[in-house]
């Protein structure tokens, strides 16, 4: 019979970080949504711009909480840190291919930190919410004229004789109307950059959360709980201990 052995693993900022992301991410997605979808729903220029305004300050709380994340990156725990979120190194791609023919077997090892599938995973969720962030960032100062390029923008594009501090979203009166064109095609490709990303980042969440549900089942290790509690439960000798 196994003995399971209990082994801490993710540290309290680590687990802080996962929650508050997810929370993030569900505010921000479902604001988006409704901004996307404004018109069909009737939302007003007011409303419109306190949306977007929301959406803005749950963005700050988002960037700020994945630059923490980069910092305790290299302060954290050994689980925390790069070498472990990261795919590559040396016999990366042998672990990962002996990993997935032991998982369709039904017998793949039990890991402390992210298996090599995981660390893919994370790795693309961590890009996808990287590039929402910095995409948001230039948005939010071409949209309604917030740090940190808002000021910028706003004096860019004032019409003469307008003072930029005072410059309002949909107020094409306040703006010089080629200084205004010109930087709204410089924003498209962030705004594209960004929709798209949106539904990459909704997808790879649904597979993220089916992917974890599954390892729990096949590879064991508490996984789910751990994110909450630190500590996982595993019934043999951690392949990466």
């Not at 039990?110 to 995981?118: E, F, I």
């Not at 000021?151 to 501090?165: E, K, L, R, Y």
């Not at 950059?193 to 997808?203: I, S």
Request: positive net charge.
């Amino acid at each position: 019979m196994d003995t399971i052995k209990s082994y801490r693993v993710w540290d309290g900022p680590t687990r802080w970080f996962h929650w508050i992301n997810v929370v993030c991410v569900i505010g921000l997605m479902g604001v988006g949504l409704v901004i996307l979808n404004g018109g069909a729903l009737g939302v007003s220029t007011p409303g419109k711009v306190a949306l977007k305004t929301l959406h803005v300050w749950l963005g700050y709380g988002f960037a700020l909480n994945i630059v923490w994340r980069i910092l305790w990156a290299f302060l954290g725990n050994p689980y925390a840190r790069w070498r472990q979120m990261l795919p590559g190194g040396p016999g990366f791609l042998h672990s990962v291919r002996s990993y997935t023919a032991a998982f369709i077997a039904g017998h793949p090892d039990q890991y402390l930190g992210h298996n090599p599938l995981g660390r893919v995973g994370v790795s693309i969720l961590f890009l996808l919410i990287m590039i929402q962030a910095v995409t948001g960032l230039v948005l939010a100062g071409t949209d309604i004229f917030y740090p940190p390029f808002g000021n910028w923008v706003a004096h860019s594009i004032a019409a003469p004789g307008v003072d930029p501090t005072t410059l309002q979203p949909y107020s094409p009166d306040m703006y010089n109307k080629a200084a205004y064109d010109s930087m709204r095609a410089v924003r498209k490709p962030f705004a594209l950059t960004h929709l798209y990303a949106f539904y990459v980042l909704a997808v790879a969440a649904v597979l993220h959360i089916a992917a974890v549900v599954l390892t729990e089942l096949r590879e064991g290790g508490s996984i789910i709980s751990a994110m909450f509690t630190g500590r996982k439960l595993l019934s043999k000798k951690p392949a990466d201990e």
